[in-house]
Every structure is written in structure tokens, then in C-alpha cells.
């Protein structure tokens, strides 16, 4: 009986292959997914003090003990507080965590308020520092409070990179789809390549903001670069030839706040849109990305996405889920 319950299952099922570059937010777009079908990420601490602790040792402490802190701390427009504030938070034991002393969250507010670490993260393309660092800092004083309690945005904020393989599957419409996360970094990519047959759906993050950021592996090779090399190398691939490919341009609320400092064409000489101008940039990107393509009968599906909106995500999965059931439908004469 368990067999057959088994044989059937995986005739039900569709199998959405998730292929993303760095840091595409592939966690963000996983617990939403999860969230939404009413599944616990269980990775994810559940008490409020837990959540809050780890965010600390994530986010807090690790952009003032980063490599490049004194970076931070010579360009501050007040070397000696910031000095003394920065030694105070590198000398705490940010793996063991366990309690927020005021004098720290204290600190941390003074660093972050300062003008030359704003100039330092207004420069952050020049050196790795998560997306979010902005969201948690900004809001120091909600997370260490006694009672804090982590909303969906802190959780759909973290960024925890993948490692292997793990799949994820979820039931839509009495269909089971597996989303099978293949992990982002180089290193892991040789490990998927071959152990895939019969996907239905490619869905390929990109992340709209790493236009001028470079590799955590090389610091002389752009993100976005790779990440095209990376969906060419899939688009192209023979066992993907009858899968569908959807497209995710992630991050657009970043690009719009990163494209107003640093520009497209200093990274893509052969953008010819307007400086600033945030649709012109995006539109410039998917274009890239979708003349990759070198088979004219083949279509590629694109959405923008801000993965944190959840209003957004769920538009998107809502026309993922049309183009999947109804390539299927036409893939047994359906319609």
C-alpha cells in the first residue's frame, strides 16, 4: 500500500528545480513558500529571544567586527567615539550571545548613526555586507527588547546561505510540487548539475542590486556577470531542453535605492538608459538576460519580485502556478 501511495505520489508531483547566485534571497523565497502552505522552516529559532539573539550574532555584532571595521572607523567624521565604541563591540563574545547589555546596544546605535558609516554603507559594493544590515540596524531598539517577538519581515529578512541539496516540497491545488534548492555558492554547483531528469520549471533568481558587486570567492569577477554565465549555462544545458524557465529579477526595492548612488553603465558600458532611472535598469537586465537565450521557440517567463513583499510573492506565485499547470495541460494535449 505504501508503495502504490508512493508511485502516485510522484506521478503527482511537478518538480520547480530553484537555481540561484550568492545572495538572490532563495531563504526569503522558501519561507514565504512555507509560510504560505502552512509549513515550519525548522532551522529557524521559534522564541522571540532566540530570534533575537541570533539576529545579534547575524547581523549586529558581525558588521562591526567584519574585516573591514577599520574602514568603518577611519572614515567616521568622530574617530575617537566611534574608536571606542568599536572596541567595545569587538570585544564581545558574539557566538555565545546571550543577553543585551545596554551599553552595547548603545554603541551600536552611535555607530550606525554616524555620517561616515552611512558614507561607508552607502559604499558597500565595495566590500560584502548582507542586504538587510540596514533593516536590523535601523531598528535596534525593537530587537533587543525584553519581550521581542520576531515578525514575518526579521524572519523573511535573514539570510542564511545554502549548502547541498534539500528539497522542499509543498501541495498546491492537490498537486505536489518539489522545489528543490541546489545551493549558491560555486563550489556547490557541480553537485546538481547531473542529478536532475524531467523538471518541469527552472525557476532562476537574480538579484537586481548585485549589478555592481563582486564574487565573495573573487573579488575581480562581477555577481551579475556570473549569474549569467551560470543561467546560460542552464538555459542551454540538454537535460533542462523541455523544461520551462522562469525568471526571477529579484530585489527591485534594492535596485531602486542602489541605482540613485551607483550607476549601470559604469558596470554595463552598453546601457544606454538614463542615470537613476530604476525601470530603465531593470528593464536593461532582463534584456540581458533573455537574449542568453539562443532558441527562438523557447519562451522565457520573467517576473520582478521584491522577495520581502509578501503582497508581490504571492502575485507571482499565483501566475507561476498558471504557467506550470498549463504547461503541463499542454504537455498531454490538454488543451
Known amino acids: 500500500?505504501?508503495?502504490?501511495?508512493?508511485?502516485?505520489?510522484?506521478?503527482?508531483?511537478?518538480?520547480?528545480?530553484?537555481?540561484?547566485?550568492?545572495?538572490?534571497?532563495?531563504?526569503?523565497?522558501?519561507?514565504?513558500?512555507?509560510?504560505?502552505?502552512?509549513?515550519?522552516?525548522?532551522?529557524?529559532?521559534?522564541?522571540g529571544n532566540t530570534?533575537?539573539?541570533?539576529?545579534?550574532?547575524?547581523?549586529?555584532?558581525?558588521?562591526?567586527?567584519?574585516?573591514?571595521?577599520?574602514?568603518?572607523?577611519v572614515l567616521s567624521t568622530n574617530i575617537g567615539r566611534c574608536g571606542e565604541n568599536g572596541s567595545m563591540i569587538r570585544q564581545v563574545d558574539y557566538e555565545t550571545v546571550t543577553t543585551f547589555d545596554q551599553q552595547f546596544v548603545d554603541a551600536i546605535k552611535l555607530l550606525w548613526c554616524d555620517s561616515g558609516i552611512q558614507e561607508c554603507y552607502d559604499r558597500r559594493r565595495e566590500y560584502q555586507l548582507t542586504d538587510s544590515a540596514k533593516y536590523y540596524?535601523?531598528?535596534?531598539?525593537?530587537?533587543?527588547?525584553?519581550?521581542?517577538?520576531?515578525?514575518?519581515?526579521?524572519?523573511l529578512r535573514v539570510r542564511v546561505p545554502t549548502t547541498g541539496i534539500i528539497e522542499y516540497p509543498f501541495d498546491l491545488d492537490s498537486i505536489i510540487f518539489r522545489m528543490v534548492d541546489v545551493g549558491g555558492q560555486r563550489s556547490e554547483r557541480?553537485?546538481?548539475?547531473?542529478?536532475?531528469?524531467?523538471?518541469?520549471?527552472i525557476m532562476f533568481l537574480v538579484a537586481l542590486s548585485e549589478y555592481d558587486q563582486v564574487l565573495v570567492e573573487s573579488d575581480?569577477?562581477?555577481?551579475?556577470?556570473?549569474?549569467?554565465?551560470?543561467?546560460?549555462?542552464?538555459?542551454?544545458?540538454?537535460?533542462?531542453?523541455?523544461?520551462?524557465?522562469?525568471?526571477?529579477?529579484?530585489?527591485?526595492?534594492?535596485?531602486?535605492?542602489?541605482?540613485?548612488?551607483?550607476?549601470?553603465?559604469d558596470y554595463f558600458p552598453e546601457f544606454d538608459g538614463a542615470k537613476k532611472d530604476?525601470?530603465?535598469?531593470?528593464?536593461?537586465?532582463?534584456?540581458?538576460?533573455?537574449?542568453?537565450?539562443?532558441?527562438?521557440?523557447?519562451?522565457?517567463?520573467?517576473?520582478?519580485?521584491?522577495?520581502t513583499d509578501t503582497e508581490n510573492i504571492r502575485f507571482v506565485f499565483a501566475a507561476v502556478k498558471d504557467t506550470i499547470l498549463q504547461l503541463n495541460l499542454k504537455e498531454y494535449n490538454l488543451v
Open 1 to 47: 500500500k505504501k508503495l502504490t501511495q508512493g508511485r502516485n505520489e510522484k506521478k503527482s508531483s511537478r518538480a520547480g528545480l530553484i537555481l540561484l547566485t550568492h545572495t538572490c534571497t532563495l531563504f526569503t523565497f522558501v519561507t514565504y513558500t512555507w509560510t504560505k502552505f502552512n509549513v515550519i522552516y525548522e532551522s529557524c529559532p521559534k522564541s
Open 278 to 307: 530604476a525601470q530603465a535598469a531593470r528593464e536593461f537586465i532582463l534584456r540581458m538576460f533573455v537574449d542568453l537565450n539562443p532558441d527562438p521557440d523557447k519562451i522565457i517567463y520573467s517576473h520582478f519580485t521584491c522577495a
Open 220 to 265: 575581480n569577477e562581477n555577481r551579475m556577470e556570473e549569474s549569467k554565465a551560470l543561467f546560460r549555462t542552464i538555459i542551454t544545458y540538454p537535460w533542462f531542453q523541455n523544461s520551462s524557465v522562469i525568471l526571477f529579477l529579484n530585489k527591485k526595492d534594492l535596485l531602486e535605492e542602489k541605482i540613485m548612488l551607483s550607476h549601470l553603465v
Open 190 to 201: 557541480r553537485k546538481w548539475i547531473h542529478c536532475f531528469e524531467n523538471v518541469t520549471s
Open 51 to 73: 530570534m533575537g539573539f541570533w539576529i545579534v550574532k547575524y547581523i549586529l555584532v558581525w558588521i562591526f567586527i567584519h574585516k573591514k571595521s577599520t574602514m568603518l572607523i
Open 137 to 155: 540596524l535601523d531598528d535596534v531598539d525593537r530587537l533587543t527588547q525584553p519581550n521581542y517577538l520576531p515578525t514575518l519581515q526579521d524572519i
